[in-house]
Nanobody
Framework: QVQLVESGGGLVQPGGSLRLSCAAS????????MNWYRQAPEKEREFVAG????????NYADSVKGRFTVSRDNEKNMLYLQMNNLRADDTALYFC???????????WGRGTQVTVSS
């Protein structure tokens, strides 16, 4: 059974940091590209960051470049998102997604809430 379980969300002040984790099981994690997405209230889900299966290349949404860093540990089947200098507009439900290829199949977690507020 495929499972993606996000954790690490919470309430943080503007300028603060959080590290999100995504624990994967039930599929060959090392063969999948992994991505972080987020969805703010009343907005569409949007891409945040992604990393290919080997971990040798990653990409980011312009809004998070220079502040967020994606990483993965293929030995532990874990995906991470280090988020620094958080802003109010980073507030959202953050999801991890596994992708076997450009056309899928895709697997999604249920998300972890990040709230940036003073």
């Amino acid at each position: 059974q495929v499972q993606l379980v996000e954790s690490g969300g919470g309430l943080v002040q503007p300028g603060g940091s959080l590290r999100l984790s995504c624990a994967a099981s039930g599929f060959a994690f090392k063969d999948y590209a992994m991505n972080w997405y987020r969805q703010a209230p009343e907005k569409e889900r949007e891409f945040v960051a992604g990393m290919i299966s080997t971990g040798r290349w990653s990409n980011y949404a312009d809004s998070v470049k220079g502040r967020f860093t994606v990483s993965r540990d293929n030995e532990k089947n874990m995906l991470y998102l280090q988020m620094n200098n958080l802003r109010a507009d980073d507030t959202a439900l953050y999801f991890c997604r596994a992708a076997a290829g450009p056309a899928g199949p895709y697997y999604w977690g249920r998300g972890t809430q990040v709230t940036v507020s003073s």
